[in-house]
T-cell receptor, first 116, second 113 residues
Framework: DGGITQSPKYLFRKEGQNVTLSCEQN?????MYWYRQDPGQGLRLIYY???????QKGDIAEGYSVSREKKESFPLTVTSAQKNPTAFYLC???????????????FGSGTQLSVL | KQEVTQIPAALSVPEGENLVLNCSFT??????LQWFRQDPGKGLTSLLL?????REQTSGRLNASLDKSSGRSTLYIAASQPGDSATYLC????????????FGQGTELSVKP
C-alpha cells in the first residue's frame, strides 16, 4: 500500500450519524487527497491538502469535512448532510502537490462505507 | 468541461494475447498522464506516468504512449497473463485544473487461462 494506511476497511453508518475515515502516511509526503469511487465510475476528488493546516475542496466536497493537523494524517468525516454516502473511499498522497510534471500518486487500500 | 474517457468498459482476452487499452482526453493542455491498476476492493497502484513532453514510457511488459494533439493514450500489455486481470484507469492533470488528477472510468480486463 505504499506506506499509506486507511482504516477501517469496512464501515457502516446509521441515519443521521457522522463517521470518520482514517488515513495515515509514513512517506513524508506533503500532499494528501481523498477520492470517492462509485461502481463503474472513475474517482472523484472530495478534498485535498498540499500542506499542513491547509486544505481545499475538490469536486464533490458537500457533506464531507477534513482536517490536516499533522503531516502524516488526513482524516475524512462523512457528515449526516451527505445523503448518498455509500461508496469506496480512497486516500492518496504525493511528494509535493505543487509539482505538476512528475506527480505520482500513492494510494491506500480503501474504506468501503455502507449505510445501515 | 475537461474529461477523460476509457472505452471499452470491459475486455476479455485469452492468455498470451497482446492487447491495447485506450484512454482519450478532451484538452491537449496537460501536465502528464498516468496509468493505474486496481484489483477488486483494493487501492490503486501507479503503473506508468508520461510527462507532457514525452511520447511513451515502458515498464516490463507494459508500454504507454501519449499523443497530446489527438488527445489519446494507449496502454499496451504484451503476452497477457491471468495475473494481469484487474481494472486499469488512466488519469490526467490538465493545465487549468489546479494540479488535480481527472480520472477515466476504467477498463476492467479479464485474461482467461
Amino acid at each position: 500500500d505504499g506506506g499509506i494506511t486507511q482504516s477501517p476497511k469496512y464501515l457502516f453508518r446509521k441515519e443521521g450519524q457522522n463517521v470518520t475515515l482514517s488515513c495515515e502516511q509514513n512517506l513524508n509526503h506533503d500532499a494528501m487527497y481523498w477520492y470517492r469511487q462509485d461502481p463503474g465510475q472513475g474517482l472523484r476528488l472530495i478534498y485535498y491538502s498540499q500542506i499542513v493546516n491547509d486544505f481545499q475542496k475538490g469536486d464533490i466536497a458537500e457533506g464531507y469535512s477534513v482536517s490536516r493537523e499533522k503531516k502524516e494524517s488526513f482524516p475524512l468525516t462523512v457528515t449526516s448532510a451527505q445523503k448518498n454516502p455509500t461508496a469506496f473511499y480512497l486516500c492518496a498522497s504525493s511528494m509535493d502537490g505543487t509539482r505538476r510534471t512528475n506527480e505520482k500518486l500513492f494510494f491506500g487500500s480503501g474504506t468501503q462505507l455502507s449505510v445501515l | 468541461k475537461q474529461e477523460v474517457t476509457q472505452i471499452p468498459a470491459a475486455l476479455s482476452v485469452p492468455e498470451g494475447e497482446n492487447l491495447v487499452l485506450n484512454c482519450s482526453f478532451t484538452d491537449s493542455a496537460i501536465y502528464n498522464l498516468q496509468w493505474f491498476r486496481q484489483d477488486p476492493g483494493k487501492g490503486l497502484t501507479s503503473l506508468l506516468l508520461i510527462q507532457s513532453s514525452q511520447r511513451e514510457q515502458t515498464s516490463g511488459r507494459l508500454n504507454a504512449s501519449l499523443d497530446k494533439s489527438s488527445g489519446r493514450s494507449t496502454l499496451y500489455i504484451a503476452a497477457s497473463q491471468p495475473g494481469d486481470s484487474a481494472t486499469y484507469l488512466c488519469a490526467v492533470i490538465f493545465y487549468n485544473q489546479g494540479g488535480k488528477l481527472i480520472f477515466g472510468q476504467g477498463t476492467e480486463l479479464s485474461v482467461k487461462p
